[in-house]
């Protein structure tokens, strides 16, 4: 059984970040499950993040232009032939953590057979994992366009300021359609506590669902925010952490 988690949000908000911490706080509570990161954003931001320079996307074996690292075998299927192009592009990051990078995504409209060959192969692939975390762009809109997959948990990363928790309402209203059956709610990050309540009632207001809060730390690398994430987790629609 495979669960997912997508980080959607405006840029600059640490949906990179919260999405490597998640995987952290995974690790050490589920440690022999197996994990795969899917980088949805154009950016690349996840990929840097690990300091990978990929250039080994599902974009590049869709389009023709990745190089493999071995000789293209005979004699398969096209359905075959992607299924194995994509094992030749995930990036092992971690013991039992793997890595795949999308970057330019086929729009719905195009009819091409490999369009839904790479769809179903990338459906099999995720069904792989027990946990799959997806760092998206904007909204869910983009990631759907990958990859028509359940959404577990969808969360909104924003800031507590006025504007960006408004944006979060458009977001959400976008991305609902693709969550399904899963549940979606908002983290705000770098909060101030002064401007905690004006967000949260703002966020009550859009009928947007307060996972939790990360303060705004001086020191961020340094400070241990695994607590916080724990009481997070617990509210999210994943299985549980045994105590």
Not at 26 to 43: E, G, Q
Not at 97 to 114: E, G, L, Q
């Amino acid at each position: 059984m495979t669960s997912t988690i997508a980080f959607i949000g405006k840029s600059g908000n640490g949906k990179t970040t919260l999405a490597k911490s998640f995987l952290k706080l995974i690790k050490k509570n589920f440690p022999n499950s197996s994990i795969l990161m899917v980088d949805n954003d154009l950016t690349l931001e996840l990929s840097d993040s690990f300091g990978i320079k990929t250039r080994n996307t599902i974009y590049g074996v869709k389009s023709g232009k990745h190089e493999y690292k071995t000789g293209i075998p005979e004699g398969m299927s096209k359905q075959e032939y992607i299924e194995w192009a994509l094992e030749d592009i995930i990036i092992e990051i971690d013991e039992n953590v793997d890595m795949i990078a999308s970057w330019f995504v086929t729009p719905k409209d195009c009819h091409c057979p490999s369009t839904k060959l790479m769809r179903d192969s990338l459906l099999k692939l995720i069904s792989r994992y027990e946990f799959v975390i997806f760092d998206c762009e904007y909204d869910l809109k983009y990631l759907n366009l990958l990859v028509d997959c359940p959404i577990d948990e969808a969360i909104i990363v924003s800031k507590p300021d006025k504007k960006d928790v408004a944006l979060c309402a458009k977001i959400a209203e976008s991305s609902r359609k693709y969550v399904y059956d899963g549940q979606m709610g908002a983290i705000l990050n770098k909060v101030q506590k002064d401007k905690l309540n004006d967000a949260t009632e703002l966020l009550n207001s859009f009928e947007l669902n307060l996972l939790g809060y990360l303060e705004k730390f001086d020191d961020v690398d340094n400070t241990d925010i695994t607590s916080i994430l724990e009481i997070i987790y617990s509210r999210m629609n994943l299985p549980q952490i045994e105590r």
